[in-house]
């Protein structure tokens, strides 16, 4: 899960550009933006003296700005770059592969300086992505890899706000209405993740050195893994000491999700997802058949072309499956196409390529998960989730349920 926020949030970094004049933003003035900019200062632990950098869009400036009001008044010096949908699709559509690849040394210098980065969500209008073709955001992908290595030597805070993905024009794009999944995510935002923290628990219980997973779908999901060895996490808005000293201080908002890598052997099966937002297009019913945990193919009803240029055009273990995550959050509600699903109660995600940085073996510039909102699980015997709700209760492992065999 780290490494997937860290491919998305680290592209802001590495396309810096002018911080304009505020544009307007009709929707967005009405929203107050305070309470989400003291939680982020809160998260971050922000101090007198510290340095911020705040990537923002033209379409989260208002909420950049609010961040940066709320940065001074914990007395840290913060600076906003902004990136904006025209230029994002003229680098996808007339810059080159080749120039795309080469990492901005002005990024990478920016680094050891930094103490802190919040990095806002975008571009707002998903037809960008029709400037340009997956193969170049994997070229984006290689310039990233340099700087990932440089945070996780210099080991800065880092805070990812999605809210700025909820748009009008990536809602019509999608399907979905724009302002329930805009309201859902700021309820999301702001849940108490204390109330659920010991459900999450619980499932982090069960997720961890599981020796058999099976995850089943009506859409025909039939996939089964394991985690045997790995320990599962919640991925709660919280920096820890232990975060910081591995260089993966890293969190988001909204928030909630228990993960694990996988086994990266063991998968076998079909993973079938309905509906997926991917680069302005919906993938129909993109399935995923695994063999010994490798992606031996893939197929769609529609809409394949934006995955397979994105799957083809990386590198490394693109194909072997990399992680299993399922939502905690209880305030959102989930689209249906992927969009933040995966933080919402009783969503399973299973995802491929890079997992690293969460204790797996898979090194790639790709990774990708399906979301899956009514998905059936049981581990171990146990089942935790039925038809996307969450039945497993909190507590101590229910009796007579196996007890994996720790080999000691």
């Given at each position: 899960?780290?490494?997937?926020v860290?491919?998305?949030?680290?592209?802001?970094l590495?396309t810096?550009?002018l911080?304009?004049?505020?544009?307007?933003h009709?929707?967005?003035?009405?929203?107050?933006?305070s309470?989400?900019?003291?939680?982020?200062?809160d998260?971050?632990?922000?101090?007198?003296?510290d340095?911020?950098?705040?990537?923002?869009?033209r379409?989260?400036l208002?909420?950049?700005?609010?961040?940066?009001?709320e940065c001074?008044?914990?007395?840290?010096?913060?600076?906003?770059?902004?990136?904006?949908?025209?230029?994002y699709?003229?680098r996808?559509g007339?810059?080159?592969?080749?120039?795309?690849?080469?990492t901005?040394?002005?990024?990478?210098?920016?680094?050891?300086h930094?103490?802190?980065e919040i990095?806002?969500?975008?571009?707002?209008d998903?037809?960008?992505?029709?400037?340009?073709s997956?193969?170049?955001?994997?070229a984006?992908?290689?310039?990233?890899?340099?700087?990932s290595?440089?945070?996780?030597e210099?080991?800065?805070?880092?805070?990812?706000?999605?809210?700025?993905?909820?748009t009008?024009?990536?809602a019509?794009?999608?399907?979905?209405?724009?302002?329930?999944?805009?309201?859902?995510?700021?309820a999301a935002?702001?849940?108490d993740?204390d109330?659920?923290?010991?459900?999450?628990?619980?499932?982090?219980?069960?997720l961890?050195?599981?020796?058999?997973?099976?995850v089943?779908?009506?859409?025909?999901?039939?996939?089964?893994?394991?985690?045997?060895?790995r320990?599962a996490?919640?991925w709660?808005a919280?920096i820890?000491?232990?975060?910081?000293?591995e260089?993966?201080?890293?969190?988001?908002l909204?928030?909630?999700?228990?993960?694990?890598?996988?086994?990266e052997?063991?998968?076998d099966?079909?993973?079938v997802?309905?509906?997926?937002?991917?680069?302005?297009?919906?993938?129909?019913?993109?399935a995923?058949?695994?063999?010994?945990g490798?992606?031996v193919?893939?197929?769609?009803?529609?809409?394949?072309?934006?995955?397979?240029?994105?799957?083809?055009?990386?590198t490394?273990?693109?194909?072997?499956?990399?992680?299993?995550?399922?939502?905690?959050?209880?305030e959102?509600?989930p689209?249906?196409c992927?969009?933040?699903?995966?933080?919402?109660?009783?969503?399973v995600?299973?995802?491929?390529?890079?997992?690293?940085?969460?204790g797996?073996e898979?090194?790639?510039?790709f990774?990708w998960?399906?979301s899956?909102?009514?998905?059936?699980?049981?581990?171990?015997?146990?089942?935790?989730?039925?038809?996307?709700e969450?039945?497993?209760?909190?507590g101590?492992?229910?009796?007579?349920s196996?007890?994996?065999?720790?080999?000691?």
């Amino acid at each position: 899960m780290k490494a997937l926020v860290r491919i998305a949030v680290i592209a802001a970094l590495l396309t810096l550009g002018l911080l304009a004049v505020t544009p307007a933003h009709a929707s967005a003035a009405e929203l107050d933006y305070s309470a989400i900019a003291r939680r982020a200062v809160d998260v971050l632990e922000l101090k007198p003296g510290d340095d911020v950098l705040i990537n923002t869009w033209r379409h989260t400036l208002d909420l950049a700005e609010a961040l940066a009001r709320e940065c001074y008044r914990a007395g840290a010096i913060p600076i906003i770059a902004m990136d904006s949908d025209a230029l994002y699709a003229f680098r996808l559509g007339e810059v080159s592969e080749d120039t795309l690849r080469r990492t901005s040394q002005l990024a990478a210098g920016m680094i050891p300086h930094l103490d802190a980065e919040i990095s806002l969500a975008g571009p707002g209008d998903p037809a960008v992505f029709a400037m340009g073709s997956p193969a170049k955001l994997a070229a984006i992908g290689e310039a990233k890899e340099p700087i990932s290595k440089l945070w996780q030597e210099h080991k800065p805070k880092g805070l990812y706000i999605n809210h700025g993905f909820a748009t009008p024009q990536r809602a019509a794009q999608y399907g979905v209405d724009y302002e329930a999944w805009r309201d859902s995510t700021l309820a999301a935002i702001g849940a108490d993740l204390d109330a659920v923290e010991e459900q999450a628990l619980k499932l982090c219980e069960l997720l961890t050195d599981a020796e058999e997973i099976v995850v089943t779908t009506p859409a025909g999901t039939d996939l089964v893994f394991s985690t045997a060895g790995r320990d599962a996490s919640f991925w709660k808005a919280e920096i820890t000491p232990e975060m910081l000293e591995e260089g993966e201080a890293w969190v988001s908002l909204p928030t909630g999700s228990v993960s694990c890598t996988a086994v990266e052997t063991s998968a076998d099966g079909t993973v079938v997802a309905p509906r997926v937002a991917l680069w302005g297009m919906v993938v129909e019913n993109l399935a995923w058949e695994f063999a010994n945990g490798v992606l031996v193919g893939y197929a769609a009803d529609a809409n394949l072309e934006p995955f397979t240029e994105y799957f083809e055009s990386a590198t490394g273990d693109k194909d072997r499956i990399g992680t299993v995550s399922f939502g905690v959050n209880p305030e959102g509600q989930p689209t249906g196409c992927g969009l933040d699903d995966a933080l919402y109660s009783g969503v399973v995600s299973i995802g491929i390529g890079r997992n690293i940085e969460d204790g797996g073996e898979n090194e790639t510039n790709f990774g990708w998960s399906l979301s899956l909102i009514d998905a059936t699980v049981v581990i171990d015997g146990v089942t935790v989730i039925e038809d996307g709700e969450i039945v497993v209760e909190s507590g101590p492992r229910p009796s007579g349920s196996p007890v994996p065999d720790k080999g000691m």
